[in-house]
Every structure is written in structure tokens, then in C-alpha cells.
């Protein structure tokens, strides 16, 4: 079904920020290193807040009748966290069992596919902290096993700052029977965060894999990093993009103490540019990211 989604639909909507709006929200405090997944089991005010923010996105994808992905919030559930946490061994299936409820309650007409997220080991902006590609298959391998157990329709792996880990990733995505996605996270010059070309980072995936990943995302950068950084028929892999919504260096928005955002009218021309030029389906944000976001993207 995922398959024919991208056959039928030139354009495809994926969520703004969810974390990220929920930091600054009074009623909600987020867990210090799993960040907005224990909302799943409350408090209840929290976990309305939440819930939604999906809603929200789901709304504005039927409205303008496009296809959404949604994602639920498993992307820092590695066994390691969950260790040290005070929370239920099953959360990762809770998670996706969550959102899977939120859109089976709320979907319109529009189809919506609920994908479910695996993160760097390390942290996203420092590719130096990446394992190597045969620790990060066996790391992350827990984690993906039991979210290839779950309904989610695909796997995503996400703001991924170093390719040999997204390698380790892929070959274990590759050996559940879930089709799943690679996102980088990238610089202003466009490149993987370890220098790395997105061609290059992609075709070197692509070969060294069994089961190559449905296309390729970046997220937590910007539309204008990658756009004239790369000649157009380049990047024919790359499916998706969650921009944040400032044009700013990713390690600079990781020191801001407030949100940064451009104009959402520039942010949206910008995200235009990159569908047209380089085919780029899936559009949706990232940090700095909200419903008028989406909204626009809608409109492109």
C-alpha cells in the first residue's frame, strides 16, 4: 500500500514538529532522555496535548485531500534508555499501538500511514559519537525487531548525523519484512553530517544492502541546504524531507534557548523549490515547525 501511495501521489504530507511544540507547552513535561513518549500513558492533560497536535496535522491532510505519514514517537527507544527509565518494557509497541489509535479515531477520507522511528545512538548533531556499522546493526537491531513486530507500516530511521551507522540500520531494517526509510541529517553545504554527499551516502547504502530502503529522507535541516547544492537528477533516491523551519546552521538551533523559525512564507517557497527541482514527494517540518507549516505545504 505504501508502494502505490508514492505511484499515485505526486505529493504526500508528513508531520510538523510534535516534541518540539510540546516543550513549550505549560501542561507538559518531557522526559529527560525519552523526550514525548511516556505522554502515552499521561498525565492526561499531557497526553491530550499530544494527541492533538496529530490531530491537527491529520485535519489539515484531509482538507486538502493529500495522503499524510505520521510518526509514532518511538525514536529514542533503544533498549539503553529503556533500561533507565521508569517506564514499561512493551513502550515501544505502546507507541505505536498509540498512534495507530489516534488515526484510526480521527482519519478522514485521505489515507494516513503511521510509521514508526528508530534514532541515532549517540547524539544527532555529532557524527563523531556514531558507532561504527556492524556495533550500530547490533545496537540498534533490538529496537527494530520489535517495531517490525508492530502494525506501523514502515520504518523510518531518523536525523541520522553519520552514514556508517545508517548503514548498520539499514541492514537491520532490511531484514524485517517492513519497508523503511534512511534520514540524514545534514549541514548547509548540504552533505551528511560526516561530510559525506547525500548521492554518495545513498548509492553506498544501496549496494551494501540485501532489501535497499524505499527511498531516502533528510530532516532537521533545510530545504535550502539542498537544493542548489546538488544539479537536478541527482538526487533521484531522495523521497522526503522534515525541514526545520529555520535557515540556520542545525548547531546553532541546538544552542537556541527559543525557537527559530523564518517566515513561513519563505520557508514554504523554499520547500517548493526543493519538490519541483528535485522531486522531492514527501514534504513536512522539523524543529521551528508547526500546523501553519503544514498548512502551507498543502498549498504548494
Request: with cysteine; proline share 8%.
Amino acid at each position: 500500500m505504501l508502494i502505490g501511495l508514492f505511484e499515485k501521489h505526486p505529493k504526500i504530507l508528513i508531520e510538523c514538529a510534535i516534541a518540539e511544540r510540546l516543550r513549550r507547552m505549560p501542561e507538559v513535561e518531557l522526559h529527560p532522555t525519552l523526550f514525548n513518549t511516556p505522554l502515552i500513558y499521561g498525565p492526561e492533560a499531557a497526553c491530550e496535548s499530544m494527541t492533538a497536535l496529530y490531530r491537527e496535522y491529520i485535519d489539515t491532510a484531509a482538507e486538502a485531500d493529500l495522503p499524510l505519514l505520521l510518526t509514532a514517537p518511538t525514536w529514542r527507544l533503544d533498549p539503553a534508555r529503556i533500561a533507565t527509565a521508569d517506564v514499561p518494557a512493551g513502550i515501544n509497541s505502546d507507541a505505536v499501538n498509540y498512534l495507530i489509535g489516534v488515526r484510526d479515531d480521527h482519519a478522514g477520507a485521505s489515507p494516513v500511514m503511521v510509521g514508526a522511528l528508530t534514532g541515532p545512538r549517540g547524539d544527532c548533531y555529532r557524527p563523531e559519537e556514531a558507532p561504527d556499522t556492524d556495533t550500530a546493526e547490533r545496537f540498534h537491531s533490538t529496537q527494530i525487531g520489535e517495531l517490525a513486530y508492530t502494525a506501523a507500516d514502515f520504518l523510518l530511521a531518523q536525523t541520522l548525523p553519520a552514514v556508517k551507522e545508517a548503514l548498520g540500520i539499514a541492514k537491520a531494517m532490511a531484514k524485517t519484512d517492513k519497508p523503511y526509510f534512511i534520514s540524514f541529517c545534514t549541514g548547509t553545504d548540504g552533505k551528511v553530517l560526516d561530510g559525506t554527499s547525500l548521492s554518495e551516502a545513498m548509492t553506498g547504502i544501496d549496494r551494501a544492502v540485501p532489501r535497499p530502503p524505499l527511498g531516502y529522507f533528510v530532516n532537521c535541516t533545510h530545504p535550502g541546504f539542498i537544493t542548489p547544492n546538488y544539479p537536478p537528477g541527482s538526487l533521484e533516491r531522495l523521497v522526503g524531507i522534515q525541514a526545520n523551519g529555520s535557515s540556520k546552521d542545525v548547531t546553532r538551533l541546538d544552542a537556541s534557548s527559543e525557537t527559530q523559525a523564518d517566515p513561513v512564507v519563505d520557508w514554504a517557497q523554499a520547500m517548493s523549490e526543493l519538490h519541483t527541482t528535485h522531486n522531492v514527494s514527501v514534504l513536512g517540518g522539523c524543529c521551528g515547525t508547526g500546523l501553519a507549516h503544514l498548512k502551507s505545504l498543502a498549498q504548494i
